[in-house]
């Protein structure tokens, strides 16, 4: 199996399905883990030299960080539902969840010095918006965009629709030669509605020293340290993905490949 799909694991004690570090990926900023949690089970974390967010998938749960109790947060009951809530813990400090019900949450992590208060990403504090036309058509929640407040962290949602691709025309961040191009690691979290289906997502770079084709199913991470990285929904199947984003600049500026751009010409 590839290197860059990740299988989930059956919970362990503390519900974690994901557990993806930057030693473990081989690289050096992004972090995600995932855990399925039962109603009433509780998680507390050190976030130490990293800073969180954490993205209610589905379910509500109590938060709490830095000290201060943020009540009950969290409305859908599945990712594919619109209006995420997330928590924001600064490094340095601790955060804490007890689930109200069953909970799946995404703790997504980078490098920070704990320059930023916690807070609450409320639904309506996530900008949404939909990219593209035809089937290059997808519906994007930014809620951690370079517009809002993080030292590292990018993390966004996208909906793509049964048959159609995203992350597309292909494009990459993997070049720190700003203002053309910005170093960001990236990891996509799958999931499929309903969830027997699969994703197909390649990841390759100009000279096709990495080059690989993925099937992604329900509840899969594909990481993309470097190169283009489109992702396809087969027919029959709504994709979801949750995007973090890392790197020694937190811009978000990417490259297209060449053999495909000209679509953008014509858009």
Not at 63 to 71: E, K, T, Y
């Amino acid at each position: 199996m590839s290197k860059l799909l990740i299988k989930p694991s059956k919970p362990d004690s503390t519900g974690r399905i994901h557990a993806i570090t930057p030693d473990t990926a081989g690289w050096t900023y992004v972090g995600f883990e995932v855990y399925r949690l039962k109603s009433g089970q509780s998680l507390k974390q050190q976030t130490e030299n990293r800073e969180a967010c954490i993205v209610l998938l589905s379910g509500k749960a109590r938060v709490a960080a830095s000290g201060q109790d943020f009540g009950v947060i969290g409305s859908r009951n599945s990712p594919f539902e619109p209006d995420p809530w997330s928590l924001y813990a600064p490094a340095r400090s601790e955060w804490s969840l007890e689930a109200q019900t069953d909970c799946e949450i995404a703790v997504c992590t980078a490098p920070a010095e704990g320059k930023l208060p916690a807070r609450v990403i409320r639904p309506d504090q996530v900008g949404q918006e939909t990219r593209g036309q035809g089937t290059n058509t997808r519906h994007v929640r930014n809620i951690l965009p370079e517009t809002e407040a993080a030292e590292s962290l990018l993390v966004v949602e996208v909906i793509t629709p049964s048959g159609h691709w995203s992350s597309y025309p292909p494009h990459k961040h993997d070049r720190d030669m700003l203002p053309n191009e910005s170093l960001l690691e990236e990891t996509y979290y799958h999931r499929l509605n309903p969830p027997s289906g699969f994703a197909l997502q390649r990841v390759y770079t100009d000279d096709r020293s990495l080059d690989e084709t993925l099937a992604a199913s329900d509840g899969d991470v594909v990481l993309v340290p470097k190169g283009y990285h489109p992702v396809g929904a087969p027919h029959g199947y709504e994709l979801y993905y949750l995007n973090v984003m890392a790197g020694p600049k937190r811009i978000w500026k990417f490259h297209n490949d060449p053999d495909h751009e000209w679509m953008l010409a014509k858009a």
